[in-house]
């Protein structure tokens, strides 16, 4: 009952679907993918370019070409920021999530904001386990030097579930024995 190695795997590349909302308002399919975790400067400067070229200015010389919205994300799992969020936080939830991959995706979801996520990681991450009997037993024979004989008589499944269950800890499982442990909140 070892613990798993605790650096996370990250394999997630967040972009975002900037849409010109004048060309769509028009019936035209106009945007591109963009990585947001280059910076708001540089995301200003896509979006900027993006509009510069909508197919409204061709045909409606006279119409303002200036709003967008994004209509789409990739790799953004359970961090839900919907059409118009502030790209100040677009910016930094793919920042968090290219540093803790689909973990961090999971966790923005469970915390419902992104600075709960990041304290969560920073403050109160104990590591990845392939279950939390494994998470029990290692924080016991931590704390605790018993004899070897007497091991085969603790209950760590039950002490585990007394942990989820007291608010202790909680979980979140990314994938097959792939249990990340966090102290509560």
């Given at each position: 009952?070892?613990?798993?190695?605790?650096?996370?795997?990250?394999?997630?590349?967040?972009?975002?679907?900037?849409?010109?909302?004048?060309?769509?308002?028009?019936?035209?399919?106009?945007?591109?993918?963009?990585?947001?975790?280059?910076?708001?400067?540089?995301?200003?400067?896509?979006?900027?370019?993006?509009?510069?070229?909508?197919?409204?200015?061709?045909?409606?010389?006279?119409?303002?070409?200036?709003?967008?919205?994004?209509?789409?994300?990739?790799?953004?799992?359970?961090?839900?920021?919907?059409?118009?969020?502030?790209?100040?936080?677009?910016?930094?939830?793919?920042?968090?999530?290219?540093?803790?991959?689909?973990?961090?995706?999971?966790?923005?979801?469970?915390?419902?904001?992104?600075?709960?996520a990041q304290k969560a990681m920073e403050d109160n991450y104990l590591g990845e386990f392939?279950?939390?009997?494994?998470?029990?037993?290692?924080?016991?024979?931590?704390?605790?030097?018993?004899?070897?004989?007497?091991?085969?008589?603790?209950?760590?499944?039950?002490?585990?579930?007394?942990?989820?269950?007291?608010?202790d800890i909680f979980t979140i499982e990314t994938g097959f024995q792939e249990v990340h442990?966090?102290?509560?909140?």
């Amino acid at each position: 009952m070892n613990t798993k190695n605790t650096k996370v795997k990250n394999s997630l590349q967040p972009e975002i679907y900037i849409a010109d909302l004048s060309a769509y308002n028009h019936g035209f399919l106009h945007g591109e993918w963009l990585d947001p975790s280059q910076g708001k400067e540089v995301l200003l400067e896509e979006i900027s370019r993006i509009l510069s070229c909508s197919p409204v200015l061709e045909k409606y010389p006279d119409e303002a070409v200036e709003e967008f919205a994004i209509h789409d994300y990739s790799d953004f799992y359970e961090a839900e920021l919907g059409e118009y969020p502030d790209l100040d936080e677009v910016v930094d939830t793919a920042c968090f999530l290219l540093k803790h991959g689909r973990l961090g995706a999971a966790l923005i979801g469970y915390c419902s904001t992104l600075e709960e996520a990041q304290k969560a990681m920073e403050d109160n991450y104990l590591g990845e386990f392939e279950s939390v009997e494994d998470y029990a037993y290692d924080l016991l024979n931590d704390q605790i030097t018993l004899p070897s004989f007497l091991q085969y008589y603790l209950d760590y499944k039950a002490y585990a579930r007394d942990l989820e269950l007291n608010g202790d800890i909680f979980t979140i499982e990314t994938g097959f024995q792939e249990v990340h442990i966090f102290w509560r909140l």
